[in-house]
């Protein structure tokens, strides 16, 4: 799951509502934990069970001054079974609910948004998957993560996805997947509900992978009938030592609107000591705008909220640092400067490892003219078996 902390002040003390919440989510997870728990722990050791918790605050001013904020506890519920006759299955429940009255700001609710929203829980994964000789075929709700269709965890509850993918090697370093996408929920989509990509016709794809001098080289393609087609190509090097050169191409047409746009993007980052420097550049031709097709996109100038999606012709420039050197505490300043469309956006970012499992991520974003963001997530991730 995600990342961050922090309850604003206690005058935000639950009201008997927000209890009631928090006991029905306890409930759900004791009867998750115990329910799929027998089943599952009657697996041999090469079964799984994992068990995530997150408490989220998020709070958004759009550019008009208006405010909207959540405080939300969230939790997921995953297990994989043994391999029998190599076949093992698979599911995932992702929770979320509102705490006290902080229940206005949609990135942590229900698809009916705020302000007065609701949690939800949805069985995000459920998948069956068969271990072939040259690979795996997975069937059903999965987590995925490819340029143009990924988790985008950036609330309460990931992107996921009903999808039939095939993972293979057939040669050494060769990496292929293939797939068909056919519906998606989640935090990009109608959260609770899974909805059809691409009507009934959803999108296929695939992607290859391949290591090439000190780097590697991929390409993906994503057909959708009567849509947008994507092809992408992205290249990461080691020009020296702790110096490392990032490439983007992506020529995207759109059936419908009968128009073509290309993007590319190259990025540099250099570690230095205890800092990491970075620098990253894109720019869009064409006629039409490219998209970040179903999850946050692969752009390297995209900003916490901020991307170059959907804007014609825009130039991006980005720069940032990192800093490591204090133990288990990580920090980050970066701006991200847009040609038009949007704003510029300074994103600060903080990530503490408390201990094993344990986490704190804060994120702020200002993105001037168009408002600001603060997310503030403690995450914990315990492995039963």
Not at 125 to 132: E, F, G, K, S
Not at 175 to 201: C, M, Q, Y
Not at 235 to 256: F, P, Y
Request: glycine share 14%.
């Amino acid at each position: 799951m995600p990342q961050q902390i922090v309850p604003p002040a206690a005058r935000h003390l639950p009201p008997r509502d927000s209890v009631r919440r928090s006991r029905w989510l306890v409930g759900l997870l004791a009867a998750a934990l115990l329910g799929p728990a027998a089943a599952w722990c009657d697996v041999s050791s090469d079964g799984a069970l994992g068990l995530g918790l997150r408490l989220g605050y998020t709070h958004t001013e759009d550019n008009a001054g208006s405010d909207a904020e959540s405080l939300s506890v969230g939790a997921q519920l995953e297990g994989r079974t043994a391999v029998w006759h190599h076949l093992s299955v698979g599911a995932a429940l992702y929770a979320t609910a509102p705490l006290g009255d902080l229940d206005d700001d949609e990135l942590f609710l229900d698809s009916s948004g705020g302000p007065d929203g609701s949690g939800y829980a949805v069985v995000g994964q459920l998948w069956l998957q068969a271990d072939l000789p040259f690979g795996s075929l997975r069937a059903g709700r999965q987590a995925l993560e490819t340029p143009f269709a990924d988790s985008d965890d950036i609330g309460m509850i990931p992107n996921t996805f009903e999808a039939v993918v095939l993972e293979s090697a057939p040669a050494q370093g060769l990496w292929v997947t293939a797939g068909h996408l056919r519906r998606w929920a989640g935090v990009d989509s109608s959260k609770e509900r899974f909805d059809r990509i691409n009507g009934d016709h959803g999108a296929s794809f695939v992607g290859l992978s391949y290591p090439v001098l000190k780097g590697e080289v991929q390409g993906w393609y994503y057909y959708q009938k009567g849509g947008s087609d994507i092809a992408y190509v992205e290249a990461v090097t080691e020009l020296h030592e702790k110096v490392q050169l990032a490439l983007q191409w992506t020529h995207q047409r759109d059936r419908v609107a009968d128009q073509q746009a290309m993007a590319w993007g190259a990025g540099l980052s250099w570690e230095l000591g205890d800092f990491t420097l970075s620098g990253d550049f894109n720019k869009v031709f064409g006629t039409g705008s490219v998209i970040n097709g179903y999850g946050g996109g692969p752009y390297f100038t995209s900003a916490e909220q901020n991307t170059i999606d959907g804007v014609s012709r825009i130039r991006a420039l980005a720069a940032g640092v990192e800093y490591g050197g204090i133990d288990r505490l990580t920090l980050g300043a970066r701006h991200a400067g847009f040609s038009k469309g949007v704003g510029d956006e300074w994103d600060f970012t903080a990530s503490y490892a408390l201990g094993e499992g344990l986490a704190v991520d804060l994120v702020h974003s200002d993105m001037g003219r168009d408002g600001s963001n603060t997310r503030a997530f403690l995450n914990y991730r315990l492995e039963m078996f």
